[in-house]
């Protein structure tokens, strides 16, 4: 197991403490919160601390969030692609492959891990041997932001409360709600409709068992999907 560093300690004790300053105070309604489980926005969940190597991260992880599977590399997407094109060929055209190879050059530096514990995963995501990204799922249920434990709350509240710490309104594509000031996104909490209107998924929908929460050190802007967005307030 890697041994962990002082100055490692202290950093960690920093972030932390800046955790413990967004959330203060730990409890509501009676209702202690766990900080394994408090999210923090460019700070990462509780603690899988963003800039973690995943060494790092496997040292902190078991027995509060799981085992750590092997990584995949983001590196092995360029050969995949370009094994693709070479199969395809001649029904690929010009802007395609462009495209193709400029996806794997964007995944090249981005690797990937769960986190497997009771067979609910945390998905984990390193930018250059750095976690980067942090995803929980529904059945993380003591995930909690801001006091509020974000999936006990129905949809449009947690909506309204990423968009009152975001201090604006999110942008939202298919079942994507970002939030770019917190750089987090959520996933299956609304819905945009082949007209453009951003509607709030229902419990009784299939979709809402399969919300998630993730959040990122910076916000996830790629240039060539920002068209796909739209805005929508519901504060």
Known sequence: MTRILPWRLAFWACLLAAASAFAHPMERNG????????????????????????EEVAAVADPVYGAPTPLIRGGEATADVEAMIAELGPSLS???ISAMRQAAADLANLDRQN???????????????????????ARHAETHVRNERV????????????ERANGAPGRFRSTEAAFDNLAVSLFA??????????????????DFTGRSVTLRRAPYRPANEMDQFVTASFD
């Open 189 to 206: 909490f609304s819905r945009v409709s082949p007209d453009g209107k951003v509607r709030v998924v229902r419990e009784d929908d299939p």
């Open 115 to 137: 986190l497997e514990k009771d067979r609910t995963p945390i998905l984990l995501e390193y930018r250059d041997g750095r976690l980067d990204g942090v995803t929980v799922e």
């Open 31 to 54: 209702a202690t919160m766990n900080p394994d489980w408090l999210a923090v926005p460019h700070i990462g969940i509780g603690r899988l601390v963003f800039g973690l190597t995943p």
């Open 94 to 96: 010009a802007a395609d």
């Open 151 to 162: 999936f006990s709350l129905d949809a449009r509240e947690v909506l309204r409360l990423f």
